[in-house]
T-cell receptor, first 113, second 114 residues
Framework: GENVEQHPSTLSVQEGDSAVIKCTYS??????FPWYKQELGKRPQLIID?????GEKKDQRIAVTLNKTAKHFSLHITETQPEDSAVYFC????????????FGTGTRLKVLA | NAGVTQTPKFQVLKTGQSMTLQCAQD?????MSWYRQDPGMGLRLIHY???????DQGEVPNGYNVSRSTTEDFPLRLLSAAPSQTSVYFC?????????????FGEGSWLTVV
């Protein structure tokens, strides 16, 4: 069935360094890839998304890249700050057929001051 | 604008009890869904609905029922609670074209089954 693998499960970086989280999806028909940030005890919230007709998207310190051939996409956070500490989830969905997102298992990011 | 509202926020059940988690959205979204979140397991889809009167199973539907009588409401029923259903439950909604639109989550419901 459809599957999204996410790595690493935990990631610690020094404040100011960059963080990269990677996801691989199995459904080749997937064409929408959002990233969610979840702070402790809170709901997941969308931080950035990318569609399959785009290879890269950037929003200030956050960027997402997509490699359709390899079926993987990545989240890049530059100049990390303590408030970036959270759990990050990737997801994949397709344009037709299924009406559901498949989520990765999450990455706990710790930014050390 | 309330968005997606879930109740209750916290609940403790005894094994075998039944209960309903309520979910309502005021954004006129056609798509609604329920996820459970367990440590190291991410967000797993339980049931979803693409409109009033239409529901379908997700990845982990066993032990749960849903109905969608109105666009606004999508309750999740636990028929006979089991300790394995201890989890955090999130209701979510999205405009009709789920494949390309943001999912909006409720605040979550923490359920403990003893």
């Amino acid at each position: 069935g459809e599957n999204v693998e996410q790595h690493p499960s935990t990631l610690s970086v020094q404040e100011g360094d960059s963080a990269v989280i990677k996801c691989t999806y199995s459904d080749s028909a997937s064409n929408y890839f959002p990233w969610y940030k979840q702070e402790l005890g809170k709901r997941p919230q969308l931080i950035i998304d990318i569609r399959s007709n785009v290879g890269e998207k950037k929003d200030q310190r956050i960027a997402v890249t997509l490699n359709k051939t390899a079926k993987h996409f990545s989240l890049h956070i530059t100049e990390t700050q303590p408030e970036d500490s959270a759990v990050y989830f990737c997801a994949a969905s397709r344009a037709s057929g299924t009406y559901k997102y498949i989520f990765g298992t999450g990455t706990r990011l710790k930014v050390l001051a | 604008n309330a968005g997606v509202t879930q109740t209750p926020k916290f609940q403790v059940l005894k094994t075998g009890q039944s209960m309903t988690l309520q979910c309502a959205q005021d954004m006129n979204h056609e798509y609604m869904s329920w996820y459970r979140q367990d440590p190291g397991m991410g967000l797993r889809l339980i049931h979803y609905s693409v409109g009033a009167g239409i529901t379908d199973q997700g990845e982990v539907p066993n032990g749960y029922n849903v109905s969608r009588s109105t666009t606004e409401d999508f309750p999740l029923r636990l028929l006979s609670a089991a300790p394995s259903q201890t989890s955090v439950y999130f209701c979510a909604s999205s405009p009709r074209d789920i494949s390309g639109n943001t999912i909006y989550f409720g605040e979550g419901s923490w359920l403990t089954v003893v």
